[in-house]
C-alpha cells in the first residue's frame, strides 16, 4: 500500500514560464507537505530533467511562447516508452482540457486555481502514479523470481534455456562453436546427510560462487537442482580451450569449504557437449552434455568427458 508519507515524498516537477506561477503552485505544494519540489521556467530543459530524475508528477503550464505543453509531451513520450506520461496539464482554455488527456496527459488543474480542487487531483494522481510504479516493481520481481534459483540466485533451467538458444543463435550466425557444460558434485549426499540441510544449502550456495568467479562474464552458470548445475559457454574456440576451463571449474570446486567451523571437501564431475559438434538444438546438446556426464561419474568421478556422440546418437541413446 502507498503511505501518506510516500506521497509527500513523491519528486514533483514544475513547470511554467511565469515567475508568479512558479511560486504560487511551490508554496501550495509546501504549505501541503510536499517536500520533494523543484521547477523550471524553461520548457525545453523538462525532458533532460525528467530523464535524469524520474519525476513523479509533472505540473505543466500548456500555454508557453517558446514551446507549448503539448510539445513538451511528445518529447516526454519518448523518454516514457510504456507511455504513461506523469503530467498533470495547467490550462486557462477549457478547450485545452480534452485536448490534453488526449495528447497523454492525465489529468488538469484549471486556471484560476481552486487550491482545494488542485491539491486533490495532485494526490489522487500522486496516488495512483506511485501505485503504479509499486505494481511494475512487484511486477519485475516476480519475473526474477521465475527466472532464478531461489537458493543460489543462479538463473534456472527457463532462463538457462533462453541463454543458450541465445548462444546457438549467435554461433550459428558467427559459424563459430559454443558449449554447454554438466557439473555434478560428487558425494554430496552424504555431507548433506551428515552435516545437515543448512549445511548442504550453505556449500550449494559457496559453489554456484565459485562457478561464477571462474567462468568468464558472458558466460552463463544456472541451477538445475539439488547438485546439478550447468554451465553454458557462450563461445568456445576449440576443445583445447574447453577441456582448460573444464579444469579450472574441476579445481575451483575442489578448494576446501568452511562450513559450520569445519573444512569441508568436494569434488565434481562434468560433461561436455559442443555446438554443433554434440548437438544444434538445445535439448539435444543439453543431452549430450549428461551423457558425458554420465561418463565421467562412471570413470571414477572428479573428472570430466567431452561427448563423443553425434546430435543423432545422442538423441538414440
Given at each position: ?30 504549505e501541503a507537505g510536499y ?63 480534452l485536448r490534453a488527456l ?158 559450520q567451523g569445519r573444512d ?54
Open positions: 500500500m502507498i503511505s501518506r508519507d510516500d506521497i509527500l515524498n513523491a519528486n514533483i516537477l514544475v513547470v511554467d514560464d511565469l515567475q508568479t506561477n512558479v511560486l504560487l503552485l511551490e508554496q501550495m505544494l509546501r517536500r520533494c519540489v523543484t521547477s523550471t521556467r524553461d520548457p525545453h530543459a523538462v525532458c533532460a530533467l525528467h530523464r535524469d530524475n524520474q519525476y513523479d508528477l509533472i505540473l505543466l503550464d500548456l500555454q508557453m511562447p517558446s514551446m507549448d505543453g503539448f510539445q513538451v509531451m511528445e518529447g516526454l513520450k519518448e523518454i516514457e516508452t510504456d507511455g504513461y506520461l506523469p503530467v498533470l496539464a495547467i490550462t486557462a482554455q477549457p478547450g485545452h482540457k488526449t495528447a497523454g496527459a492525465k489529468d488538469f488543474i484549471a486556471k484560476p486555481f481552486d487550491f482545494m480542487e488542485a491539491r486533490m487531483r495532485i494526490h489522487n494522481m500522486l496516488e495512483v502514479r506511485l501505485l503504479y510504479k509499486q505494481l511494475e516493481q512487484y511486477g519485475r520481481a516476480l519475473e526474477s523470481m521465475a527466472m532464478h534459483d531461489a537458493l543460489t540466485g543462479l538463473p534456472n533451467r527457463r532462463l538457462l534455456t533462453d541463454r543458450l538458444s541465445s548462444s546457438i543463435a549467435h554461433a550459428h550466425r558467427n559459424k563459430s562453436a559454443m558449449a554447454v557444460m554438466y557439473l555434478d558434485l560428487d558425494g554430496f549426499k552424504q555431507i548433506n546427510d551428515s552435516l545437515g540441510h543448512d549445511a548442504g544449502d550453505m556449500l550449494l550456495k559457496m559453489v554456484a560462487d565459485r562457478l561464477v568467479a571462474a567462468v568468464r562474464q558472458e558466460d552463463t552458470v544456472a541451477r538445475m537442482g539439488g547438485d546439478e548445475f550447468v554451465i553454458g559457454l557462450w563461445e568456445i574456440s576449440d576443445a583445447e580451450g574447453v577441456a582448460r576451463l573444464v579444469s579450472k571449474v574441476i579445481q575451483a570446486v575442489s578448494q576446501p569449504y568452511l562450513i569441508v571437501s568436494i569434488t565434481a564431475s562434468v560433461g561436455v557437449g559442443m555446438y554443433p559438434l554434440h548437438g544444434e538444438e538445445v535439448e539435444t546438446l543439453m543431452k549430450s552434455a549428461d551423457l558425458a556426464l554420465y561418463e565421467a561419474k562412471h570413470a571414477g568421478k572428479n573428472k570430466y568427458r567431452i561427448a563423443v556422440h553425434t546430435e543423432r546418437l545422442a538423441v538414440e541413446r
